[in-house]
């Protein structure tokens, strides 16, 4: 079979003719088939130069253009102007147009018409189904290159849910958000609206119903001081916060990720977008939930998906306690067994406590290596994950690690971004209050509540610098420490946490399965 694809400007005359014509062969030949892309005259150009953009061909008007460009497309042959079709047509089927000049003009006129009614027609169409507007800010980060197929699929926010993606970077980053979002229109996903790219702050979430915040702190030349640090991130978040309570919709959701001062940042945009509901802005910890499930899952040979209830407390990105002594293992191999909702105490089953307390917390200390090669998968994830449960729930009767504003819950102080553990539920969340803990692990979160509190009032300039927790008891190290050591000028960007957290958790872990193994 034939097949023929014809491109013009919807109102070009040549491309009136070659239309008139390749629709008389269609009609009259069993083997022809042909193809019609229109565009507006204004929107001609860039089309074209997209479109051999895309390709890696130069932008001009040439038949061995236009020939590889249907070919690659599995389609066919296409010609490069008016005369090559006029002589294609002559020459393989004795067919020719006799359309005057006159004639031409007025299809053109037509076309033109018809084009503009057909493009308002699919808007009005558009509209009546009101799109997600999802903003991503960093958006030049892999995680983001790796979310946006997660957004789109429809596996996030329902099969029935168109979205519109708006990626946000500096101008510096321009030709890489513009590959993005080519890449991300070839995908030609079902749900996915549109895709664009935004460099001028004050049209920063527009519309937005849900923004994600992948910003870190970047460090140019010198590392300054953790004050200096807090205070840079104030400055961000008082920009952002204020952008999103004048440009964002009432009810958006906010996640904020990434690797510095997550917890402060998720506060500092609730300071700066007061009329934005706290209970809408959220800190993610599962990263690190899952990091910690993937070890242990290693360790007891099994798949990490049978290991529930992980606990992240504190500060994500800072001094953390992984507690695992309401952690359950379902579908675990061993001497007992039982139907799929039938679980064991994870630490009923790992017999090696000093595997727990050595490599365990190792291992997770090293995710700082492992960023610097962080290609955004696991991050991109743990993002498109909490999404899909603050849209269509958690899995009933787990826990989910998430930074929240506190209202005094497990005696933590109100007025704090604090990671505790919760359940996604009918569109919201709601903290998971009923489990108790002891009197030491108490104490480890007055601990974790002390720098997060100090974080907070250095932000917010009522005290100049940070002094140190009063109990010697925990001796971690601190972010600028960390940096300080590792000679990390520009940190990648990626929602991993800092790894003084989890040497915190080396001491919490001991004591957590001390006292539930006395």
Not at 11 to 22: Q, T, V
Not at 230 to 254: H, P
Request: charged residues 20%; glycine residues 6%.
């Amino acid at each position: 079979m034939a097949k023929f694809v014809l491109a013009g400007k919807a109102d070009c005359p040549y491309f009136a003719k070659a239309e008139l014509l390749a629709d008389y062969l269609q009609i009259n030949l069993p083997n022809f088939k042909v193809y019609k892309i229109t565009q507006h005259p204004d929107m001609w150009e860039q089309w074209l130069h997209d479109i051999c953009k895309k390709n890696g061909w130069k932008h001009k008007h040439s038949p061995i253009i236009w020939r590889e460009l249907l070919d690659r497309g599995g389609k066919g042959l296409l010609l490069g102007g008016f005369n090559d079709f006029m002589e294609h047509a002559q020459h393989y089927y004795g067919i020719t147009s006799n359309m005057l000049s006159e004639q031409m003009l007025k299809i053109a006129v037509e076309n033109l018409h018809t084009h503009i009614e057909i493009e308002k027609e699919e808007e009005y169409l558009k509209s009546l189904i009101n799109p997600l507007h999802v903003w991503i800010s960093s958006a030049s980060a892999p995680a983001c290159y790796n979310l946006i197929p997660l957004l789109a699929s429809g596996e996030v926010f329902g099969m029935a849910t168109e979205v519109s993606i708006h990626l946000l970077d500096s101008n510096l980053y321009e030709e890489i958000l513009h590959g993005i979002v080519m890449e991300a229109q070839d995908l030609a996903f079902p749900l996915l609206r549109s895709v664009s790219m935004h460099t001028k702050l004050d049209e920063a979430f527009l519309q937005a119903d849900v923004v994600i915040l992948l910003d870190d702190i970047l460090f140019h030349h010198e590392i300054p001081s953790l004050e200096n640090c807090i205070r840079q991130v104030t400055e961000q978040c008082k920009v952002y916060g204020s952008l999103i309570e004048k440009n964002a919709n009432n009810s958006v959701k906010v996640i904020v990720s990434g690797k510095t001062f997550v917890n402060l940042r998720a506060l500092m945009i609730m300071t700066f977008a007061p009329s934005v509901d706290p209970q809408n802005i959220i800190a993610v910890a599962m990263f690190l939930e899952s990091a910690a499930k993937a070890m242990l899952a290693r360790k007891l040979n099994m798949h990490s998906a049978g290991i529930k209830d992980v606990i992240v407390w504190g500060n994500i990105s800072g001094s953390s306690y992984i507690d695992l002594s309401k952690a359950k293992v379902y579908r675990y191999d061993s001497a007992i067994w039982g139907p799929p909702s039938f679980s064991r105490r994870l630490l009923d089953v790992i017999y090696d406590s000093n595997w727990v307390h050595s490599e365990f917390v190792s291992v997770l200390s090293s995710l700082s290596s492992r960023e610097h090669h962080c290609l955004g998968i696991s991050p991109a994830h743990v993002i498109a994950t909490v999404l899909r449960y603050w849209y269509q729930d958690s899995p009933p009767g787990e826990m989910v690690s998430m930074g929240v504003l506190s209202e005094g819950q497990f005696c933590i102080p109100e007025g704090i971004v604090f990671s505790m553990p919760v359940r996604f539920q009918d569109g919201s969340w709601v903290v998971i209050t009923e489990i108790e803990n002891n009197e030491d692990t108490q104490e480890i979160l007055k601990h974790l509540v002390h720098d997060l509190i100090q974080e907070k009032q250095v932000a917010l300039g009522e005290i100049p610098e940070m002094s140190p927790y009063k109990e010697t008891a925990f001796n971690g190290f601190n972010l600028l420490a960390l940096l300080e050591e590792e000679n990390i000028q520009t940190p990648p960007k990626g929602p991993e946490t800092s790894p003084e957290g989890l040497y915190q958790s080396e001491t919490s872990l001991s004591n957590a399965e001390n006292n539930e193994n006395p």
